[in-house]
């Protein structure tokens, strides 16, 4: 009975160290799942916004989609998009934002909508200040608004250069804090390369600060958002959209409290340049 038993106790091992070897080294997967997927396509997105080459700090041409403001005093907005996504995919918030009046660039990752590359934490560090030197360029008011995986890539940047405002739409307090949750069996937080402390940066944004998502988010659990608006200083807002969940947040409620909050800003802006 006892080396039965024994058997059985090794055969468990077994099979959790190689569960746990499985997820170390496909963890790039996890995090980056659309990796080397080639771009969709919008047709309207296309034909409203310009395809850019921008080049990062470590040599890499992105294609990223850019249309300038209608006016010199509105914003434009930099896109941060999720991980299971391309920046096509934050379309319909970028058309919304250029009806409006507003500047828009759709930033895009390394490994992702074919451009050259591997994704990793520190790598779309690196894309998003490339994005944001060519935005800054071009226009004296910078908005970041940053979804999911891009709430991390989001908060980093705002945490570094000036921006007028930072919004998050569905953030997470970091990558690890998600994966603890979903593979608990697993001592995750020991494990994971990629990290995207949000929770720890948000305290050094000054910028006006939007964060929204959906009480249903059965992704990155509200809970996440309540953290990060805690931990925030200064001018900050709140909206947690009823029955929304990780994808919805924006036809459900959200367009409405974006568009609040950057209309907000324009008479800081207008007395400025006045």
Known sequence: M???????LTAIALIYAIALAGLYWLQGRLVYPLEQIEAFKNAELE??????????EDDLALTIRYKAPKRKTAAT????????EDLTQRGH?????????????????????GNPGTPHEAGLYADARAAHAYASARSSNIVL??????????????SEVKIDALMLEAPFTSIVDVAA???????????????????SKIASVRAPLLIYGGTNDGVIPPAH????????????????IEDADHLNVWTMGGREHVMQ???SLQPARDTLQA
């Open 2 to 8: 006892r080396e039965v038993l024994w058997i059985f």
């Open 47 to 56: 034909a409203r916004t310009e395809a850019i080459s921008i080049k990062t």
């Open 77 to 84: 907005v930099i896109l941060f998009h999720g991980n299971g």
């Open 93 to 113: 918030i970028a058309l919304e934002m250029i009806e409006a009046g507003y500047g828009v660039l759709l930033a895009e990752y390394r490994g992702y909508g």
């Open 145 to 158: 608004h940053g979804y999911s995986l891009g709430s991390g890539v989001a908060v980093q940047l705002a």
């Open 181 to 199: 949750r979903r593979f608990w069996l697993f001592p995750v937080r020991l494990l994971a390369r990629d990290r995207y402390e949000s929770l």
């Open 225 to 240: 958002f309540q953290r990060l608006f805690d931990a925030a200083r200064g001018d900050k807002r709140l909206a947690l």
């Open 261 to 263: 909050f950057l209309a």
